[in-house]
């Protein structure tokens, strides 16, 4: 019990995270500390303040993005550090500024991501620059400053990159094969004594959903590696061949879907679930030893036990064969077969990358023929786009447009509260403002709870605390742990930044127990301002997008299949297709359960279409496992269909009901339309061709979700 809260600590401390937050500690601090030295602390916070701002735009991905976007962000941030300080004088010219800027920075949303930090960098400066008047000669110096406080920076971010180059890649390698650790676990859940099979599917889709956000964050950075791409190291061809067999695995995890409910109703009395779970679990630990020595550069070994277990659960299905009673029919036990093969297949696999981390392995792995470029979504800064988004029918417009309102009424009403810091409205209208209600909401609350913990926690250390050193190391660990938990967990990020910003000012003589209340205050004006808006102002509803989700999940499990079909009915098919197809089944797959997750946010009367939409889930992730379940029977057993025209009319019917399911959502019809089942001649025939039968039975099954998703979306006029 105590090895997996101390393994935990470390995972944590070796995470990316961690690394994050120690490289934007150092870079912020180390400029007022050098200077405080020779008694120029206020140029020191100038130059911290640039490091801060360009700091949010360095997050995780392929060192030349990174590069680049620190790179325009400190142009940006030179350029409106001038602007704001030669205009603040007047609140009419700043709160006009204050508008276009953060209309325009908003619309960043369209080009990604890291896009969008670039906005709310050059935001961030902007409002603290607000209040901050100067005489124009300072303006300059202060921009300067501002200027060289980046560029030291971007200079450390890249340095600490070039010292250990395939840093990044393990640790997000390794937080990918962490989740998949957790799917599995969610997967042993299902075969669990009296599991509660709702609570455990909607855990599952919602591990599904981080599984494909880690493995897109791999593909990014792995694939944008020049190093690795080239395959010229041993380190980038292990990495690479790491992910590969990673995302393999996991397709393996994704095929076993039974009728659990079943399985239990046969076999709880016999006690062999329990050894699935078990087992299950087990290659789950397994998983997490070689995550966790990809970031600790150690080498994981595979339990003993675990293939033991194995084993025995190999020979407990040949008991239960052997003195089948009524209890256990053939289908369950063909089940009970499927799955563990299965758990072979992936041990199999588990046990071929265990044996990449051999250090004499490294040096003799070969190469791996992947067109890396077809694998990555490539972001185009075209200027049409943005022009094409400049209406109402665009939910990053409407998103800008309520941005720059409510950033006017949040300057309006600073201004009127004539507050020490009003900035801090802005600030947390800033932050809390997302494009989505859901979104805006989840951080309102993150940020309302973190503010008003952290600021009884540093009004407590600045009442009892008196000593410099002591409040130093404490504004230190506050520092870190502020920087390393934005990412993971914004309520502990803000719970560690508020007593951080009242120690910082309590050393700058700024210090007293009331800025603690304004700081709550502001926050919750801030906060309030932000919800109200994004529920009346244009808001983004997420039954919006929910046609566009469902086509596109749709679209890709019919594309899914056409690639996997191919392998029965066609000779040397090209695999690069097939896995283009399979990653864009996940992509679609986590953003339709991302809606749904978020849909449950949002107020009642816009939680529409709830119970088809868990429906349509439900039978997507069954259909996306089905078909990797048919593709595991001729990858990894090379089944093959000795009469494949006969399966051929059930592919094609497969094929047009997923496409007129795509149909009905997209043009909504009130007629009825009777599309049968296939049925397949000379059934019994088959019977004893066992493979021949499995196959044919997983196409049936597939029509039959297919069938189902069909009769579903007929039901809906979105």
Known sequence: MLHRPIRNIQDFLLSTYFADGLRITIGVLCPSLILAQFGMLQY?????????????VDTPGP???????MLITTVLLFVISIVIGLTNKNIYVTGTLLVICSFIFSMFFLYGNRAASIGTSVLLIMVLSIDDIRPWKEVIFYAILIFAGSIWYTLLSYFVYRLRPYRLVQQTLSDSIHQVSEFLRAKAKFYHENTD????????????????EKQDEVRDVL????EIVRESTPEGRFLLLVFVDMVDLFEQVMSTYYNYKQLHEQFDSAGILHQYEGVINKIAESLDEIAFALKSGGTPTLSAELVKDV??????INVLETNADERYNTLGLIALKNIEVNIENILGRVKTITGYFNKKEKKNLKHRDIDVEKFVTKQKFDVKLLVDNLTFNSSTFRHSLRVAIVMLIGFVVAKSFDFAHSYWILLTILVISKPGFSLTKERNYQRIIGT?????????????????????????VCMIGCYSFQRKNYVVSVLFMTPYILILFDFLGMGSLSLARERIYDTLIGSGIALLASYSLFPNWEHEKLKEAMIDTIKANRDYFKEVTLLYFEQGTNFTNYKLARKEVYVNSSNLASLFHRM?????????????LHQFTVFNHLLSSYIATLLLYNKEHDFVYLNFEELKPVSDNTIYLLNQATENLTSPKEEIINVPLIRRKNVNELASENENMIIAEQFDLIQKVAYDIFKLTEKLKI
């Open 44 to 56: 020191g916070m100038t130059l911290s303040l640039g490091a801060l701002c360009i700091s949010v």
């Open 63 to 69: 060192i030349v993005h990174r590069r680049n976007a």
């Open 197 to 212: 099979y709702e609570k455990n599917y909607a855990e599952l889709l919602q591990l599904q959903v981080h599984v494909h």
């Open 223 to 226: 694939f944008r590696t020049r």
């Open 311 to 316: 084993a025995a659960l190999k020979e407990e």
């Open 452 to 476: 008003v913990a952290g600021a009884f926690i540093g009004m407590g250390v600045l009442i009892y605390v008196h000593d410099k050193n002591t409040l130093f190391i404490i504004l230190l």
């Open 600 to 612: 449950f946010s949002e107020p009642k009367s816009k939680q529409l279409y709830i119970k088809e």
